[in-house]
């Protein structure tokens, strides 16, 4: 039989739904979950201060570029690269690959033939689902590829296709290249955008994460971390008038090795979780620190301090 475990979840984005999430799934495999505003372990995120009022067991998640404070936390589940006993390593595309069976499409090897045929299917040029303006790289390299070819532009901000997309999965499958520029870049921090092309067959062009070759297959993608934007577009331009060198890089598998990544594996992402859970019992908690509860509260307040500065000198 399976124990019981009493959760909850604050800070999260609005839409969280308690018993219905990731996190919820995965650990109804191995418990029978209640939810309850009195957990023995809460899990919490950084949209909010509501986890400083929890006293038990307190696992951050954070698909955020901010890395976690061990004074406010006693696990956490980040994209972080940083190596520490009670931090796991679980950046946003792993929650991002659960579309129509996409890790069967992300692993499954493809013939020469296979790929002309997704080439063939592919009757646009590139694309980028974009609403934040503040990704100046992003902006710039649009603005510069689009002198070369006119990039469909589906999101809010630039949108040169008449209207915002509704589903951007749909929306990019019709191109053979896709923009998967990161709002930031920073060492381990990867969101959905490279996996999302990948799961559609076309080729991202990423810019983001400079080790993003620990997960991902170089030769699969076209990176701009590491070159000149007048490289870039060279690269781009070739591919796009060679279906040799396009179907070379399509017939690449999307992760190192055709492997799927140690973050990504569910099982050691629940053992991870259950030791921590098990801990509860033998651990000092943060919560019951007060050295490390008044850290906690001033990181709080440097990192908001940050955040108005930099709205101020945008």
Not at 14 to 29: A, E, F, G
Not at 175 to 182: G, L, Q
Not at 240 to 257: G, S, T
Request: include cysteine.
């Amino acid at each position: 039989m399976k124990p019981n475990l009493i959760i909850d979840f604050v800070d999260f984005w609005p839409t969280l739904i308690k018993n219905d999430n990731y996190i919820y799934h995965l650990l109804s495999k191995v418990y029978n979950i209640e939810i309850s505003s009195n957990p023995q372990v809460l899990f919490y995120s950084v949209y909010g201060k509501q986890h400083l009022n929890y006293n038990c067991l307190r696992i951050l998640y954070c698909a955020e570029n901010r890395r976690p404070d061990f004074f406010g936390c006693d696990y956490a589940l980040t994209f972080d690269l940083i190596k520490h006993p009670r931090h796991f390593r679980w950046p946003l595309y792993v929650h991002h690959i659960d579309y129509e069976n996409a890790w069967a499409t992300l692993t499954k090897e493809r013939t020469v033939e296979e790929c002309y045929s997704v080439l063939q299917a592919k009757k646009k040029f590139c694309c980028m689902v974009v609403s934040n303006g503040n990704a100046k790289d992003r902006i710039d390299f649009f603005h510069e590829l689009s002198k070369y070819k006119k990039v469909d532009s589906g999101g809010r901000y630039l949108n040169n296709i008449g209207v915002a997309v509704e589903n951007k999965m749909q929306f990019i499958k019709d191109y053979k290249f896709v923009f998967a520029f990161e709002n930031a870049a920073y060492p381990g921090y990867t969101t959905e955008k490279i996996i999302q092309p990948f799961i559609q067959k076309s080729i991202p062009i990423y810019w983001g994460n400079p080790n993003i070759e620990i997960d991902f297959n170089e030769a699969a993608f076209i990176n701009a971390n590491n070159q000149t934007t007048k490289q870039l577009i060279e690269q781009i331009i070739a591919i796009d008038n060679d279906d040799a060198l396009a179907v070379e890089m399509l017939k690449e598998p999307a992760f190192c090795r055709n492997e799927i990544p140690y973050c990504a594996d569910e099982k050691e992402v629940i053992t991870f979780l259950e030791n921590a859970i098990d801990s509860r019992f033998s651990i000092k908690l943060v919560s019951t620190n007060v050295f490390a509860k008044k850290i906690h509260y001033f990181n709080l307040k440097v990192h908001s301090l940050n955040k108005k500065y930099k709205r101020l000198v945008k």
